[in-house]
Each structure stands twice: as structure tokens, then as C-alpha cells.
């Protein structure tokens, strides 16, 4: 059925696409269930800490592959040692349908296996600097779901932190897709605006993201 609806999906810059209310609502609350539980274990959710000592304001948990700054591994030898959970293959299809609602290429789509998802929460003071998703070891696109909070989303070029970007909002439902020549661009989240989401998503308060990647380790 929604494939029969156009939706108004956004070239934010070369191969980074903004799908505006890409879930529904029963399939954000479906997967506020499945963080809620992964935020609970075998890994529990936390703030990363950063090698020179700081902690990142959004908390944390991982599936698949655990990442700390700036590596994957299986376990979680930063948090409590143990090997986060599986990367589940709803999720690798929820994939590659965000890879095909943004390249509509459907070789390019099948062929997409994510392998990790970094769940990341952000409480109305959390925010995520500018940063290139580097650690994998593929260019295959990240795939990013928003659920709660409305964001400011900001996508830069692939050369410095500063300008020229492009500010975006992100709001609950929507999917954006880091690919093709903006792949290794800069981005970040420089505001939350608290209390905009909706509590029936499940999350009555903050704004959920999920990235999921591709690895490229075994
Ligand atoms: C990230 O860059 O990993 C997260 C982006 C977001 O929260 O939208
Ligand atoms: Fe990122």
C-alpha cells in the first residue's frame, strides 16, 4: 500500500536523502519496544566515554556490533564485557527498504545488508557534534530512523566540520539516508527541541535515532 504513495523524499545533497514520515506510527512504537529492551541489556544503554575523558550527552546501546569511540567490536569491553545482541533480520529488510525508498534501485537495494544499528537517545540537553561515520569499513549508505523529539539535522561536506552545511529538521517517522558522495560528509545534531514528540510513539519524552550500518568487518 504505501509504496501507491508518493512521498515528498528530499535530496538534501548529493546521495543523502530525507524521507519525511517514512514509519508509522505502530511501526515506530514497534521499534521503541525493541530499544526499550535492548537499552536494558546484555549491554546496557550508557553516555560513551571518550578517550580524552569526556562522556557523549546522548546515551548509547548497539546491536550487532559494539562501537566506542573509534572502533566496533562484538563485546562491549568499555561497558560490561559482554557481546551485544544480534542484529536482527527485521531489521536488515527494514534496511534495505529505507535503501530502496531512497536510490530505487533494487539490485543495489537487495544487495544491502546492514550489520550494526547504533541506538542513540538524546534527552532535551543532548546534542552530537559535527562527525564523519568512519569506523565502518564500507561505503555502503547509513540508514537513519527518528522517533520522539524534532531535531535540527545538520549535513556538511565531506571536508571540514564547518561550511557549507545544510540545517534539516528531523521529526518522528523520518528516515534519512547518508550515501553515494555525502557518505563520509560531516553531520551533526546541534538541537533537540524537547516536549514536540508524540507520546503515543511510545517514548513520552526525548528523541530516539537509529543508524544502522554496514560494517564491512566479519
Ligand atoms: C549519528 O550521527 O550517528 C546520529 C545522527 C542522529 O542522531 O540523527
Ligand atoms: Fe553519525
New binding site residues.
Partial sequence: MSALIPRPAMEVAPGAWHVPGWLTLAQQRELVTACRAWATGPVPIRHTRLPRGGVMS?QTVCVGWHWQPYRYTRTADDVNGRRVAEFPDWMVRLGRRAHLEAYGDEHAARDHTPDTA?I?F?DGQAR?GM?Q?KDERSSAP?V?L?IGDT?V?RVGNTETRSKPYTDIE?SSGDL?VLGGPSRFAF???PKVYEGTGDPATGLSSG?L?I?MRVTGLT
Fill in positions: 546522548v547504533l542513540n538524546y552530537m562527525h561515520d547509513v537513519s527518528s531535531c539535522f528531523l534519512f553531520h551533526g545534531v528523541r535515532n543508524t
